[in-house]
């Protein structure tokens, strides 16, 4: 994992090369999704920069979230029916979803699976992004007893 001055280099050189400063408030949002990668919502995140910056608004979270986003820094997690989600693990990697906590854990895959992947695509197609979740609960819950 990066340390804090990597991370705030590396949104720094982000930013700049897409044409946008680095505000305060980017660089908050940043370090908190980074302090705590448990794929947090929007809300989350901002519950927890506002302990931070007290006055940042919702608008300016999501707002922030979206530069990010567009910037290559942190990638947004959509689960069907349920609030989009950022990650910054930024390696090819899986998602599995427990359906018994609604915890995301990230899933390493094996470095050619991108590429067998593509090869299941039609012939003249090539994907753009791939996004693969796994459901479930954890295997000493398999009734999702609480």
């Known amino acids: 994992m990066p ?3 990597e991370s705030q280099e590396a949104l720094v050189q982000r930013l700049t090369n897409s044409g946008l400063r680095p505000t305060p408030q980017r660089e ?3 370090k908190v999704i980074l302090e705590k990668r ?3 919502t929007a809300d989350e995140i901002f519950a927890r920069v506002k302990a931070e910056m007290p006055t940042i608004s919702l608008a300016t979270v999501y707002n922030c979230l979206e530069t990010l986003v567009q910037c290559g820094l942190v990638r947004q997690v959509n689960l069907e029916r349920a609030p989009t989600r950022y990650c910054p693990n930024l390696h090819q990697h899986a ?3 427990d359906e018994t906590t609604g915890e995301i854990h990230d899933i390493d895959l094996p470095n050619d699976t991108m590429r067998l992947l593509h090869e299941l695509l039609p012939a003249g197609f090539d994907a753009s992004t ?3 979740t796994f459901r ?3 295997a000493d819950n ?3 007893i609480n």
């Open 28 to 30: 908050v949002v940043f």
């Open 95 to 97: 998602h599995f979803h």
């Open 136 to 138: 479930g609960r954890a």
């Open 142 to 144: 398999p009734h999702g």
């Open 3 to 5: 340390t804090h001055a």
């Open 38 to 40: 448990d794929h947090p």
């Open 130 to 132: 791939v996004e693969l």
